[in-house]
């Protein structure tokens, strides 16, 4: 499905980052695991690639520092090719209610979730206008979409990320470029694994559950493969009719 193809997927050391790059790896895409720290986790993601018969790199890179991505970019479209597809997905979360939240804990999420994406679309743009061609997924959260007591940095944030997915839409549509977005709803994952009141949340859920990683994943080669081709500006929900 997506033979021949170079993805570049940040945050992709673990979680539904990791789901995706194995996901488009099984699928024949070559993948470019971009990561924040975790160089174990990053290089078992790319032994496990590698699996599949591509071709897979992993750099390290702090996405809200734009000089670092330009540098990045520049080096996988060395070692690998220029990307085709980009997976926005490094996220983090630093959550706390107003009164008692920093500013640097709001400055970095929004930093590093909202700001990174910018700077990967930004570096990956120019070889989609010369390819005439590319696939661009921001994954988001229902928690941009209906705010969550607590998150006001990391909800914020994927709200924009929203608003970025549609503008990039808007922008880029006529060059053959698509700009979707996944707003994943509570997906079994590291960071929520210190979840403590899960049943409450579980009772919220429609479908009475938590969501995978790879269903995220699969939602994602959906938008990145060419029966998405006319999808553009879409934002879809991943969880279980929380958010409908």
């Known amino acids: 499905m997506l033979k021949g193809k170079t993805a ?4 992709a050391s673990r979680g539904i980052g990791r789901a995706i790059a194995l996901e488009f790896a099984q699928n024949g895409a070559d993948i470019a695991i971009v990561y924040a720290g975790n160089t174990e986790k990053a290089e078992e993601t790319k032994r496990d690639c590698e699996s599949f018969g591509v071709k897979a790199g992993a750099y390290r890179c702090d996405v809200s520092d734009y000089n670092e991505v330009k540098a990045t970019v520049a080096a996988i479209k060395a070692d690998l090719a220029a990307p085709d597809i980009l997976v926005n997905n490094a996220g983090i979360t630093r959550d706390g209610l107003i009164p008692v939240m920093s500013e640097d804990a709001f400055d ?9 994406a910018f700077n990967l679309i930004k570096s990956c743009c120019p070889f ?4 005439k061609a590319g696939k661009i997924i921001n994954i988001s959260s229902v928690s941009g979409l209906t705010g969550n007591a607590g998150q006001t940095n990391y909800s914020a ?4 990320l929203i608003g970025l997915t549609k503008s990039a839409a808007r922008e880029l549509a006529s060059r053959g ?3 979707n977005a996944i707003a994943p709803g509570f997906i079994e ?3 929520t694994k210190s979840i ?3 049943e409450k949340i579980i009772g919220t859920i429609p479908m009475g559950r938590f969501g995978s990683a790879e269903e995220v994943a699969k939602t994602a080669l ?3 493969s060419a029966a998405a081709d006319y999808i553009t500006g879409e934002v879809i929900r991943v969880d279980g009719g929380m958010a409908m």
């Open 128 to 131: 989609f206008i010369r390819a």
């Open 8 to 11: 570049l997927v940040t945050g």
């Open 157 to 160: 944030a994927k709200a924009g």
């Open 196 to 198: 403590d009141n899960t």
């Open 189 to 191: 994952t590291d960071m």
């Open 177 to 179: 470029i698509t700009c």
């Open 222 to 224: 959906f938008l990145a």
């Open 108 to 116: 970095a999420v929004i930093a590093t979730n909202l700001k990174g």
